[in-house]
């Protein structure tokens, strides 16, 4: 079954350096997403993306992230000047996209990356 | 997106059936039901998701009443490996371009 994979697993960085954090969609997948959990707390939507520009974001995603589809097969998130509070498991989904009345598309998510800001 | 609500925790024990049910008052007309597993350190995991009636997969069946107020996600002989948190989400997942708004969760604890 197709996977979306992420890399790296774990990425430890110094607070105000910049990461960035990769994701491979499932191939025919149309819509990508990132989300974030802080240990212990909920899964939190940060931005979708469609159509080679950002169709959604939440509160949290502020200017210090970015997004982008660099080729046709990768998805990154760049966080700038990092800090303490963003250490968190970054989550990639993709979904197949839009369907008719009688199709779910479901989000299908990686594994994460965990992000931890020294 | 339509609030849910679930329970914050079950216990059950191998080879039992566990149900979780999920209520979501304020559904709206186009709103499928969704379910997510999320083990420790992992992404969570699609489920199962339904609009009305049952749907069954290899994995859980998910029952709707007729008025699509609740959802009950039932998972046949449970193993120690499913214990994990499962989520109930509600929204317009038709279109697939919706964020997803994850709750707590019902953390499911499986004994031998």
């Known amino acids: 079954e197709p996977e979306v994979t992420q890399t790296p697993s774990h990425q430890v960085t110094q607070m105000g350096q910049e990461v960035i954090l990769r994701c491979v969609p499932i191939?025919?997948?149309?819509?990508f997403y990132w989300y974030r959990q802080i240990l212990g707390q909920k899964v939190e939507f940060l931005v979708s993306?469609?159509?080679?520009?950002?169709?959604?974001k939440s509160e949290i995603f502020d200017d210090q992230f970015s997004v982008e589809r660099p080729d046709g097969s990768n998805f990154t998130l760049k966080i700038r000047s990092t800090k303490l509070e963003d250490s968190a498991m970054y989550f990639c989904?993709?979904?197949?996209?839009?369907?008719?009345?009688?199709?779910?598309?479901?989000?299908?998510f990686g594994d994460g990356t965990r992000l931890s800001i020294l | 997106l339509a609030k849910t609500t679930q329970p914050i925790s079950m216990d059950s024990y191998e080879g039992q059936e566990v149900n979780i049910t999920c209520s979501h008052n304020?559904?709206?007309?186009?709103?499928?039901i969704t379910w997510y597993q999320q083990f420790p350190s992992q992404g969570p995991r699609f489920i199962i998701q339904?609009?009305?009636t049952k749907v069954t997969n290899e994995v859980a069946s998910l029952f709707i009443p007729a008025d699509r107020k609740s959802s009950t996600l039932s998972l046949p002989r449970v193993s120690l490996s499913d214990t994990a948190v499962y989520y109930c989400?509600?929204?317009?997942?038709?279109?697939?371009?919706?964020?997803?708004?994850f709750g707590s969760g019902t953390r499911l604890q499986v004994q031998p």
């Open positions: 339904g609009y009305k």
């Open positions: 993306f469609y159509n080679n520009e950002i169709s959604e």
């Open positions: 989400l509600v929204g317009d997942m038709g279109t697939g371009r919706r964020a997803l708004t």
């Open positions: 989904a993709s979904s197949k996209g839009q369907g008719n009345k009688n199709s779910n598309q479901p989000q299908h």
């Open positions: 191939s025919n997948h149309l819509y």
């Open positions: 304020n559904i709206a007309t186009n709103d499928y």
